[in-house]
Every structure is written in structure tokens, then in C-alpha cells.
């Protein structure tokens, strides 16, 4: 649980507890139903009175919850890899064998430059994870590492959105069905952009990075819209 302990200090007064889900005072509501992501557990949870563990000594807390937040939306863009992909396979075959007029329809110019900028989005996002991941393996220089993490959620949550979107459009009727598994690629991308990192907040990072203002976890903790995605 993240909360603000010393208002004063404004973000500098974030800190981080362990508080257990049994601990008397911790009420878990129901779950919520979602657009997508079926399989997750969505819910609010309030606390009155709960036990928590502090962790940390209260020192370097922000740095260490930005880089957290960072790590843990690298991981979601490394998903909306994933479902970029899967998206773009399966509209690719699709395009392959529904006939129109005689011929694919993925042969008509339109739809084959449709293919071709998501084949291009699933590439670029799928390297720049990479580059990413990289980064913090390697132990460069954190800053560069945050500006590398921050370019690839951004853009690997606008290109899962984009696979999913034009995935649907290219299945036409049968892509609002669900019979066909691309209804459920553009919800789950939708979901995608609103866990852990946004991309408008990894656009923030991006720009607080690059014209070198101070960091700051407005930046990156979630909004209260899209805190229970992280529960």
C-alpha cells in the first residue's frame, strides 16, 4: 500500500506498507466488472484502523517507488507486446483467407498498408521493450534506463490499442462477435493502458527526462480512476 505519511513533504511523503488481507480493519469490496481483462481481480480495498509494516527507513522513498512503478510498467509493456502480436496474427491469417471479389481481401491496397503499419508497430514496440529490459540489466545509468522504459510503455500500450482496434475493423461484422478472438484483443488493450503506467504518464516520464526536470511521482503513480487496476 502506498500512502502519504508527512503532507508536507508533498510527494516526498509517499511511503510504502505491507498490510495483510486478513488484518482485521482491511474490507475488500466486491469484484468490479471490467471491459477487459476477465481473468483479473479488480476491486477496492479500504483500510480503518489495519496493522501495517513500513518499509524502508523513510529515505530515498520516491526514487526507489519511481523506479518500482517503472520496472512493474515495463513488465505490462512487455505484455501489451504480447497481445500486439497475437492481434496482428490473427487479423494477418484472416486477411489471408476471407475472400472478396475474388481475391484476399488482405490484397486490397487499403487493408494491406493497414497490415503492414501494424506489422511495423508490433517490431518497433517488441525492440524497444527489449532495449529497455536491457538497460536495467546491464546497470546503465538509471536515468537512461527510465527514459528507454519510459519510450517503450508509451509506445507498446498505443501499439497494442492500435493491433486490437484495427483487428476488429479488419475482421469487419464478424471482429464485433465474439467468435472471433479480436473483440477481446482491443478490450484487454484498452485495460492494458490503464495499469500501472499510462502511457500519458509514460509520456510524462519521456518529457520530464528529456528537457531535465526534476522527477517527481506524480509523474508515474497511478490516478485514483486507475488505482483498483493494480489490486
Known sequence: ??????????????????????????????????????????????????????????????????????????????????????????????????????????????????????????????????????AWDRGLDEKEALLHSAFAISFALEAAMRCGDDAVQLHGGSGFMRDYPVEKFMRDAKQLQLCVMTAEQADQLAATLEVGEPLALGAILPTPESQNTLV
Open 1 to 134: 500500500v502506498f500512502a502519504q505519511v508527512d503532507e508536507s513533504r508533498g510527494w516526498e511523503g509517499v511511503e510504502a506498507f505491507v498490510v495483510d488481507r486478513d488484518a482485521p480493519g482491511v474490507t475488500v469490496g466486491a469484484r468490479d466488472v471490467t471491459l477487459g481483462l476477465d481473468a483479473a481481480n479488480v476491486t477496492s480495498v479500504s483500510f480503518d484502523g489495519a496493522p501495517a509494516i513500513r518499509l524502508g527507513d523513510g529515505r530515498d522513498v520516491s526514487k526507489k517507488t519511481l523506479r518500482f512503478f517503472v520496472k512493474s510498467g515495463l513488465v505490462v509493456a512487455a505484455r501489451a507486446v504480447g497481445l500486439a502480436g497475437a492481434a496482428f496474427d490473427v487479423t494477418r491469417e484472416y486477411c489471408d483467407t476471407r475472400k472478396a471479389f475474388g481475391k484476399p481481401v488482405g490484397h486490397f491496397q487499403a487493408v494491406a498498408f493497414t497490415i503492414a503499419d501494424r506489422a511495423m508497430d508490433v517490431d518497433a514496440a517488441r525492440s524497444l521493450v527489449w532495449r529497455a529490459a536491457d
